[in-house]
Structure formats: structure tokens, C-alpha cells
């Protein structure tokens, strides 16, 4: 729970969360509206093509598997928040992406006569691996735009998981660190509004 | 209608505004602060939230703060928005502008590592065979460095070593090095390096800002009086003396133009916006170099090697700590590098190695992650860059900010010097972390663009010749006697040094000297 010192005296201070926290929580032990819209619905991607986002979907399940009790990339909602985010990018990120994306799936028919997502670890793995190069420097990417690519996804889908509720769940429920708050600076007396 | 005459009016609430209002109010002097945003309350404005709470998930919103690498999505809201008060720059020639306009301006948020310029900066001219010396040494500005040092509380360890002056540091109780760092700073002594401690400012509850440590004397003498959110357009000045007469400012909220009266102005707005203001006040600049000259240091060369002994959790008491390498290059007349003035390091132990170092993912990645964790060591260099004229800023008329106010724009470029010092700083700390016997994980002599260190000074430069300096070694124009321009932009050389502690004891000095001019009724 987030914990607001005094009542904001300006109301345009107020942040949604702000404003929920006012109103009369409701007070039933059980939560009543609790299905996971992802156990009844499917995600509609707003950015990526199909076959793109069937590839976002493949490289992070790959790329970040449930390892020692975290949950994946696919668990954390990584590829539906990175079709979100990218969507709302800047134009070279959003061509990062749909070029990268689409030259793992040319990669895949021409070497294996399947999509991306269609392979299996091994052969996802010969397309992955010329990709991956170290980098010494973020802000020097490689100047090959798939390997660029690569190191771009594999850092969003990274930080997209480890930023997750579920990892902070993960890290609660096993009394790691990580499931903290830390202190947000509220747009003070704003004109613009970010 | 108000129409108090105050006797300075003070531009801006940081570091250097704040030592302004501390020294003039001492002397019994009165004085308005107008400071260009408002002032935030940590309660109200401030909220503890988890990462995956944000609408971006930690990534931040995209494109809202593309020159502020520093921003998180925690934090994007204390910086100065870049569509409200924009700048421009060559899309070849980027410049990060990281700014605060809230009260107390970037004093809320520094690290608060302070160190003295040595004469080696203040003489450079003399050591380079190049460029300009200050028209001050070291010695003229130790008692106020001592004296600042006492406000912010630094601590530090003393060395007695001429290019990194030691100062009246807090008594600090430096545990013993871990086994990684003796080692290191064995190795750098015998190659001419020589290893000391961060100095830092400890300020009161790990806040030395001007708003904790300087403000409230000055409002306590009830010499003083602070407006928000008042943005200063230009400065005015009187048509019979040339000299300043006050300033014409806008409302930020109201949008109301106003005009403040003084006998004298002090300007800290902190660097770039001094030199815009003064600028667009057509004011200052019978030498022509108003503008030029800007400097800060590189940062983002960085070398990590990894300890193999201490991996896999093995060895935990020979990793840890830190320590910091004052410049080395360029100490003695007839040294040869490809390269003038020199760079310090900061070497820190125990961290974790970074997932872009390795070419792998998933369980391989974790595997090599836990293995290598707490066993690098890091060393990354503060850079001395060039005071050339050519780097500089001027009024782009054609772009204004939301106050109808002109901005900046502002070209600085990297000369061979900083490409050169950058790869001879990269070489040398693989030479240093490789000798050491340990496994180099990464190294770049690649860095960010000016401006990312957030220490950009100069653009106003002092100096004794009128003709090519604006301001003498008073901090006082040249031009219009009473205004004084209080922040880094009177810098000659930037030095390797963090400015802050340098931008303060000049302040101090500045406004004594005013204090005293005007009480003498010279000004
Ligand atoms: C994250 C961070 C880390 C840092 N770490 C260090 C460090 O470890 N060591 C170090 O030495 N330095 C460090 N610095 C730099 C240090 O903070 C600055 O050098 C110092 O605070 C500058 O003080 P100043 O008063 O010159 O400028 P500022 O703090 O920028 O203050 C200028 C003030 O002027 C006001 N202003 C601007 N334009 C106008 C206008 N037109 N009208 C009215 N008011 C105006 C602004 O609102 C602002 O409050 C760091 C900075 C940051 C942000």
C-alpha cells in the first residue's frame, strides 16, 4: 500500500491511485471480481503484427525461462507490456523492433521452413546465438541492426520481467529482496503534465 | 502596488544562490530571490510506490526526457520538462541539459562528492602551454574552500599531494581496504598512481542543499525574501548608468509580466540559464565570449574486470569498498601523451557483473550472472575537457520557451583531446585491473554526450583582460560593475574535480567582496 503523508491541497497534485485511495475501500475478505483476464480472453496486440508478436512471444519465453522459482518472461506479461510500450516509442525503437522481428521469422523459413515461433529450442538457438555479441556499453550498440536487435529485446524483456508484479510476488512469497516501494516523485505544481 | 527598491536581487535558489543570500543577508544586507519554479514539500509530492505500480513499468514514458539519462520513472518528474523549456542542438552534435528548477534547484538531488580544484587547473595555462589561467590560485581561494567545507561537512582523507588539495575535512574513520583495493592501489603506486577516498559532503540528514544549509540563516535574519515560480526574462538596466536596475519577470502560473527593482543583481541560475538570461538581456558581452567556452567532464569510460577468486561467493571479505584516483597525467612539464590536462578514476569493488557482458541468456546467463556476482571490479574516469571557444551556446530566435522566452542552443563537439584522453584512460585501466591478475569483462573508452556529467561551467568566464573575459576574478561583470554572476560559468578550466564545492567557494568570495563594495557605496 502506498502511504500519502498529508491530504494533497491542490487537486490537481492528485494521482489516480490518490484519488482510489479516498473513496471507501470495500471491505469483503474475498475480493469478488477475481478472474485473470488472461485465463478467459485472449491478448489483442495494438503494435505488432501477428506473426511479429508470435515471435516477440517466442524469443521472450527463450531468452528468460522461469529459473529458480522467478517466473518467465511469458509469465510476467513481458511480450503484451513490450507491445505496449513499443507501440507508444519513439519511431527508431518501434523500426527496431518490426525489422528485428521480422528477420527472425526470414531467418526461420529460410532455415528451417518455419515461423519463429514454430521452432524448437535447438533451432531457435542457431538463429539466437550468431545474434548475441557482448556489449560493453549500452549506449555503443552493435552496428549490425539484428544483433542490435537482439540486445535491445533481451534487455526490455529483462528489466519488463524483473519489473513485474508477478516477480515482486515471486520475491515476496520466497522472502528474497525486490518486493520493496521507492519513493516517486508526484509532478510538483505542474504546467505541462509530462 | 509593491515598488521596494531591494539592494540585490538574487536569480536563482541553488548551490550558488543559496551561498549569495547566505553571505549578503550576514552583512545586513536585503535581498529578493526569484527562482523559477516552485518549491516542493517531500510530504506532499513525494509517494512510495512499487516499480510494476507505473504506467511504463520502470521503462519510463518514452521520449518525455531524451537528454536526461539520469531520469527513472521515479524521478522524471523533478526534472525541468523538456517540451516546457526546450533547447536545441545539432542532431550530430547531442547535449544532455539535466536541470531542476523546484527551489533549492539541483542541490536537492547532487552526489554530493566534493573536491577542490588544485593549481594544475587554476595555472593550466602555464602546465598546457595552452588556453588561459584563472586570474585566481588555489591559494586565493582556500580560506574560502575551509569555510565551505565546514557548511557542507565534508569528509575526506588527507594526502598532501599538490593536485589534489587536501581541506578542513570532518575527522572520517576510514576502515581498512579490502584485499581487492590494496592491491589495486599497490599496483597503481607503483605505476605513478596514486590511490585516495572519495570526499564527500555529508550535510545534515544526507541533504546539502541550499535549502537546508544555506536559506535558512538568510530568511532567519528576515533580510530575505524567496518568490517561486517568478522566471526572470531579462535583466534591466538604467539608461543614464548602464548599471542593472532590476529584473523583468514572468508569473509562471498567473502568466503576469512584473518588474522587481535592486540596486544590485547576483546572478545563479545555474550556468546555462545565467548565460541565456543575460543573453536575452543584451547585456555583458563587449568581449564577445559570453556563451563560450563550455566545458564538463567525460563520463562513460569504463572498465570491469571480474576477480576470479572471489566468484561463486568464495572470498567475500576481499571484495568491497572504493577508492579515488586524482588526475596523474600531465603532472610534470616534458610528460608526452597525445593529450593535454588529464582524468580522475573511481574504482569500486564487490559489484555485479552486468548481463551485456556475456553473449548468452537464459539458464547459461543466470548461471554466469550468480557466478560472477559481487566479484568486479569497475573503474570509470572524470574527464577534463577542453575550454574551446568553439563550444559554445547561443539565442536560437526561432524557438521559445512556454513563456515566450528565447532558449538556447547549444553546440559543443569532442575535439581529438578528449578522444585521445579517453582511449590512453580506458588503456590504462586494463592495464591496472589485467596486471591485478583478473579476467576483463568489459571495456569501453566510449562517452556520453557533453553535458551528461550535469557539471557544465563556463560560457561567463572570468579573467583579468576585459577584452576576453566576462567577468573579472570577482565574479563581477566587466561591463555592468553592479551584477555579479555567481554560479560555474565563471569557470576558466573545468578541471577533473565535480564543480559544486569549486561553484560555492566562489560564490562566497563574490559575494563578500559585493558585501563590501557595497557598504563602501562603490557600488
Ligand atoms: C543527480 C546529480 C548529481 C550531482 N552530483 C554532483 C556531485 O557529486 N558533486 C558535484 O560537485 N556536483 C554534482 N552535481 C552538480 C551540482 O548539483 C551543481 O553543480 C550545483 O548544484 C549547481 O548549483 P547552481 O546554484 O549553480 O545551479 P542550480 O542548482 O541549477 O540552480 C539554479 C536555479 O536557478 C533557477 N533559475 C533558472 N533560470 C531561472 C530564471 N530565468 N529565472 C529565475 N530562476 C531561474 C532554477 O529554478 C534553479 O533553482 C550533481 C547534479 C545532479 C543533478
Known amino acids: 500500500m502506498q502511504t500519502i503523508a498529508a491530504a494533497p491541497a491542490v487537486p490537481v497534485l492528485l494521482t489516480p491511485q490518490a484519488n482510489a485511495q479516498q473513496t471507501a475501500a470495500p471491505t469483503a475478505a474475498q475480493p469478488i471480481a477475481a478472474t485473470k483476464a488472461g485465463t478467459v480472453a485472449e491478448p489483442v496486440t495494438r503494435f505488432f503484427t501477428a506473426p511479429q ?49 521480422d528477420l527472425l521469422n526470414a531467418r526461420a523459413t529460410k532455415q528451417f521452413n518455419k515461423s519463429f515461433a514454430a521452432l524448437d529450442a535447438k533451432q531457435a538457438d542457431t538463429i539466437i546465438r550468431p545474434l548475441l555479441v557482448p556489449v560493453p556499453w549500452p549506449y555503443d550498440p552493435p552496428k549490425d541492426p539484428g544483433s542490435h536487435f537482439l540486445i535491445a529485446a533481451h534487455d526490455d524483456i529483462r528489466t519488463a520481467t524483473r519489473n513485474s508484479r508477478e516477480w515482486g510476488a515471486a520475491a515476496a512469497a520466497s522472502g528474497r529482496r525486490g518486493g520493496g516501494g521507492q519513493q516517486y516523485w508526484n509532478p510538483v505544481d505542474p504546467i505541462y503534465k509530462g | 502596488m509593491a515598488t521596494k527598491e531591494y539592494d540585490v536581487l538574487i536569480v536563482g535558489s541553488g548551490h550558488s544562490g543559496g551561498m549569495a543570500a547566505n553571505i549578503l543577508t550576514q552583512k545586513g544586507i536585503s535581498c529578493l530571490m526569484l527562482n523559477a519554479g516552485p518549491e516542493a514539500d517531500m510530504a506532499r509530492d513525494r509517494t512510495t510506490k512499487t516499480v510494476w505500480d507505473l504506467p511504463y513499468r520502470g521503462f519510463g514514458k518514452p521520449g518525455r526526457l531524451p537528454h536526461v539519462y539520469q531520469a527513472t520513472e521515479f524521478t522524471a518528474n523533478q526534472w525541468v520538462d523538456e517540451k516546457e523549456v526546450p533547447y536545441t542542438h545539432d542532431p550530430a552534435a547531442p547535449y544532455n541539459w539535466v536541470r531542476v528548477r523546484l527551489l533549492g534547484g539541483k542541490s536537492l538531488f547532487w552526489g554530493r562528492q566534493s573536491f577542490r580544484l588544485s593549481d594544475f587547473e587554476f595555472k593550466a595555462a602555464d602546465i598546457d602551454g595552452t588556453g588561459d589561467n584563472w586570474p585566481i590560485s588555489h591559494a586565493d581561494l582556500d580560506p574560502f574552500y575551509s569555510r565551505v567545507e565546514g557548511i557542507l561537512r565534508v569528509s575526506g582523507r588527507k594526502e598532501g599531494w599538490p593536485q589534489f588539495p587536501d581541506g578542513n575535512f570532518l575527522q572520517a574513520d576510514y576502515a581498512n581496504d579490502s584485499g581487492s583495493i590494496k592491491k589495486i592501489s599497490e599496483l597503481g603506486a607503483s605505476r605513478g598512481i596514486l590511490f585516495s577516498k572519495i570526499r564527500a559532503a555529508n550535510g545534515r540528514n544526507g541533504l546539502a542543499s541550499s535549502i537546508n544549509l544555506l536559506l535558512p540563516d538568510a530568511l532567519a535574519s528576515g533580510k530575505l525574501q524567496i518568490v517561486p515560480n517568478a522566471i526572470v526574462r531579462e535583466i534591466t538596466v538604467d539608461k543614464n548608468t548602464g548599471l542593472a536596475n532590476g529584473a523583468n519577470f514572468v508569473d509562471r502560473h498567473s502568466r503576469q509580466e512584473m518588474h522587481v527593482k535592486a540596486r544590485a543583481v547576483v546572478v545563479a541560475a545555474g550556468t546555462l540559464e545565467s548565460t541565456r538570461l543575460l543573453l536575452n538581456s543584451g547585456i555583458g558581452n563587449s568581449s564577445g565570449v559570453l556563451g563560450h567556452y563550455l566545458q564538463d567532464q567525460i563520463y562513460g569510460v569504463t572498465v570491469v574486470a571480474s576477480v576470479p577468486e572471489a566468484r561463486d561467493g568464495k572470498n567475500p571479505e576481499y571484495m568491497g569498498g572504493s577508492a579515488l584516483v586524482p588526475r596523474f597525467r600531465n603532472l610534470k612539464k616534458g610528460e608526452k601523451h597525445n593529450f593535454i590536462k588529464g582524468y580522475g578514476m573511481l574504482i569500486n569493488s564487490g559489484g555485479a557483473a552486468s548481463p551485456g557482458y556475456f553473449a548468452d541468456y537464459g539458464e547459461g546467463l543466470q548461471k554466469r550472472l550468480d557466478s560472477y556476482a559481487g566479484s568486479c571490479v569497475s573503474a570509470s574516469i572524470y574527464g577534463e575537457r577542453v575550454p574551446r571557444f568553439e563550444n559554445h551556446v547561443r539565442i536560437n530566435k526561432t524557438v521559445s520557451d512556454e513563456w515566450g522566452i528565447p532558449v538556447l542552443h547549444i553546440d559543443v563537439r569532442d575535439s581529438a583531446n578528449e578522444l585521445n584522453m579517453a582511449k590512453d584512460a580506458a588503456a590504462t585501466a586494463e592495464d591496472l585491473l589485467k596486471a591485478a591478475g583478473w579476467e576483463i569483462l568489459s571495456k569501453t573508452d566510449k562517452f556520453y554526450p557533453p553535458g551528461y556529467s550535469i557539471h557544465e561551467v563556463g560560457t561567463c568566464r572570468m579573467g583579468d583582460n576585459p577584452k576576453s573575459s566576462v567577468l573579472n576574478k570577482w565574479s563581477q561583470s566587466h561591463d555592468v560593475r553592479n551584477l555579479f554572476v555567481v554560479d560555474g560559468g565563471s ?33
Open chain 2, 491 to 523: 569557470f576558466v578550466t573545468c578541471g577533473w574535480q565535480n564543480p559544486t564545492l569549486t561553484i560555492l567557494a566562489l560564490a562566497m568570495r563574490a559575494s563578500e567582496y559585493m558585501a563590501d563594495q557595497m557598504q563602501k557605496r562603490i557600488i
Open chain 1, 53 to 101: 508478436f508470435a515471435a516477440l512471444r517466442k524469443l521472450a519465453e527463450v531468452l528468460m525461462p522461469p529459473i529458480g522459482g522467478n517466473p518467465g518472461a511469458l509469465d510476467a506479461g513481458a511480450p503484451e507490456f513490450l507491445d505496449f510500450l513499443i507501440g507508444v516509442s519513439p519511431v527508431e525503437r518501434q523500426q527496431l523492433y518490426r525489422t528485428g522481428l
